[in-house]
């Protein structure tokens, strides 16, 4: 009989924010953003434990002011992947779910998914797991801000872009645009690994994180999903999430 996996989230949070600064101690229907993410991410069940990890001693305290878990990092770092590397290298601890800050509308479902590939045939040879979701209108798919993500027929990602990838030049053929949604499930040793391997050239090109896995050869199963996860980026988000709330 195979030994249950230790999972927990981990959730980076940083005050500063270049489009909205100070955003997960704004009030989201009576509590802060970062605490609703926080409590959406305990109440699906799927975690032995949720921490938040982050570099604001505001953050920090608003946390532990209701009794949640909170870790302060001791280093200054560039991405969400470092951040939790460090705050994870003494737990005993399989896997290690990356939950967005700024993102309360945390849809369980897709969770689960992406949990189960630990669990499958080839689940050996998986470093971490990561949610795609399918783009429709060229708007969308030329969006730089949309990272989109090619995978091979097993769904490992082959590589991550701002550009859309592939590229159309058989505009006949019939091709699914992938974004790449920014949760994560990581093997302890991944995260660890990530955290000692200096960035190469492919991520500081495109400013994205997942590609420092591939270009160190990890494996990235990418699983599909049809929801739409809600961050909070700008104010006007915020004022979405609070009629959500409403509604």
């Keep these: 009989m195979n030994n249950p996996l230790r999972i927990i989230a981990m959730v980076p949070a ?3 924010a270049s489009r909205f600064p100070g955003k997960l101690m704004q009030d989201l229907a009576g509590k802060t ?3 609703r993410t926080y409590e959406a991410a305990l109440n699906t069940n799927l975690f032995e434990e949720v921490y938040v990890v982050t570099d604001s001693d505001e953050i920090f305290a608003e946390i532990k002011s209701f009794g949640g878990k909170a870790i302060k990092s001791k280093k200054e770092h560039e ?3 470092d951040r939790i590397a460090e705050a994870v290298m003494d737990m005993d601890v399989d896997i290690v779910v990356n939950v967005q800050g700024d993102e309360p509308f945390i849809d369980k479902e897709s969770l689960v998914k992406l949990l189960n590939v630990f669990r499958e045939d080839d689940a050996g040879i998986i470093d971490l797991a990561s949610l795609k979701t ?3 209108g060229s708007e969308e798919i030329t969006n730089p801000n949309n990272v989109k993500v090619i995978t091979n027929k097993n769904d490992f990602a082959l590589y991550f872009s701002r550009f859309p990838i592939p590229y159309p030049r058989n505009t006949e053929a019939r091709v699914t645009y992938f974004k790449h949604v920014g949760i994560y499930a990581f093997r302890k040793q991944a995260l660890i690994d990530f955290y000692s391997f200096p960035m190469l050239s492919l991520e ?3 400013k ?3 590609i420092r896995y591939l270009e160190y050869a990890k494996n990235i199963k990418m699983v599909e ?3 739409q996860t809600i961050g909070i980026d700008t104010p006007e988000d915020l004022e979405k999430a609070r009629k959500m709330f409403k509604d």
């Design 14 to 16: 940083r005050y500063e």
């Design 33 to 35: 953003v970062i605490r």
């Design 79 to 81: 991405c969400g992947s």
């Design 134 to 136: 399918a783009m429709s």
């Design 204 to 206: 500081a090109a495109e």
């Design 208 to 210: 994205i994180e997942a």
């Design 225 to 227: 999903t049809s929801h």
